[in-house]
Structures are given as structure tokens and as C-alpha cells.
């Protein structure tokens, strides 16, 4: 049974990885925002208010979680995009493991998300941005950015399939924006009145900003952060991930 389950996991994988090449100018947009708002946090925007050290070396651990944050919005449009035009419920009445659907998904997205932390950070190299903390430190770096994709993947899938239509997706994109700025991606909580900055502290994607900032001995870093960048994404993970799998589940009935 885990070798049929493995199989129709990659055919499904296989085939959201085509649509890579049947729509690149959607995957080519996914890939630029997130440099489209480094640079403009970096030349135009950003001020490096409360920061100690060069801005761009705060700035873009801060851009790299938030691309791994917004993230969800592709998942939930992909999700929703499949429900309306009968893909899903065509999977759902062929003999194949349900489950292969949602790990097709899943995989394909994680793949895509690795491919966009590449392009950000030699981006960021470009730039002027450096890791200081060594090889192991940065690889760890990009596993708690991953770890945050992960997360904010199952939640994307589960609004996705909730929203049922792809117009609703901007509804929640309404949503999703607000909490990414409302995080320390692009200023230090202590530039930010006292009661923000406290909200700003509770935010997830700021608990991965800073433990991976400490990791690539960037500015802002601090260790104490290492333990809530993890219990978050897990967490995330423990509550949506069965709510989007008994989601699926319910969408024959």
C-alpha cells in the first residue's frame, strides 16, 4: 500500500511541477515580488531605524521569512483553482491514494519555496548581505525558513479548500499582508511604539526572522528565539494540518 502511495505522490507532484512549464510567466512573478520588495525595502523604503550594523544585513533574513509567510497565498490560489474546475473531484473517483493529492501539493510547493529562498538570498549577495555564522548555521537558517513554509503551507491548503473560489482567496490576501508587515521583517520592535512592538513580538514569522538572523550572525539575532521558531511552525502544523486532511476528506460528501 505505501509503494501505491508513494507512486500516485509523485505523479501528482509531477504534474504541479508542469504547470511550471505550461505557465511561467506565473512562476517567474512568484520568484520576483519577493526580490521586487528587497530592493525597494533596501533603496527606496528602508531606514534602519533602531538597528545596529548595515540595514541589509537585518533586512534580508526579515525578506526571507516573509517570503516563506506569503507563501500561503499561491498554495490557496492553487487549491482553489483545482476545487473549481473539477480537478480534485476527478482525482478523488480515480483508484489512487486521496492522500497523494495533498502531498503532491505539498512537495511541489516546498520545491518551489526552495527555489525562491535561492533566488532571494544571491539577490541578497548581490546586494551587499552576508551570513557570518558558517556553513552549519546557515543550513539551519534555511531549514527554520522551510519549517515556516511548511506551516504556512497546510494553512494555505485547508483556506484554500474552505474559500472554495479563487475571488475569495483576495479576501484572505486582505488578511495575510497586514500580519506579514505586522512583524520585525523590515524594522526592530524598539523603533515601534511600545504596545506594537509587543504585538509584533508575538507574531511567528518574527520568531523565525530573528532565530535565523541569529544564525547568519546578522544584525538583530538573538538566541533566545531558536525554541518559538520552532514550537510556532509546529503548532501551525499540528492544528492545520488535520483540519485540511478531514477538509479533503469531506469534499465528496
Known sequence: MSTYVLSDSWTMTRRELAHWARQPVQ?????????????????LIGGGREVKGEYV?????????????????GTMTAVTQ????????????????????????????????????AVVIAVGYAIGWRAHGGLGAALGAVGLLLLLRFAMLWIGIFLGMVAGRPEMVQAVQILVWPVGFLSNAFASPESMPE?????????PMSATATAVRDLFGNPGGEPG??????????ALVAVFFPLAVRKFQALSR
Open 195 to 203: 504596545w506594537l512592538g509587543t504585538v509584533v513580538e508575538w507574531n
Open 27 to 43: 512562476v517567474v512573478v512568484g520568484l520576483v515580488f519577493p526580490v521586487m520588495m528587497l530592493l525597494m525595502f533596501g533603496y
Open 82 to 117: 483545482d476545487l473549481n474546475k473539477g480537478v480534485v473531484d476527478r482525482f478523488r473517483s480515480m483508484p489512487m491514494a486521496n492522500s497523494a493529492v495533498l502531498v503532491g501539493r505539498s512537495v511541489a510547493d516546498m520545491l518551489q519555496s526552495a527555489l525562491g529562498l
Open 57 to 73: 544585513d537585518f533586512l534580508v533574513p526579515g525578506m526571507l521569512a516573509l517570503t516563506m509567510a506569503f507563501g500561503l497565498e
Open 225 to 234: 528565539h531558536m525554541a518559538a521558531a520552532i514550537i510556532w511552525p509546529v
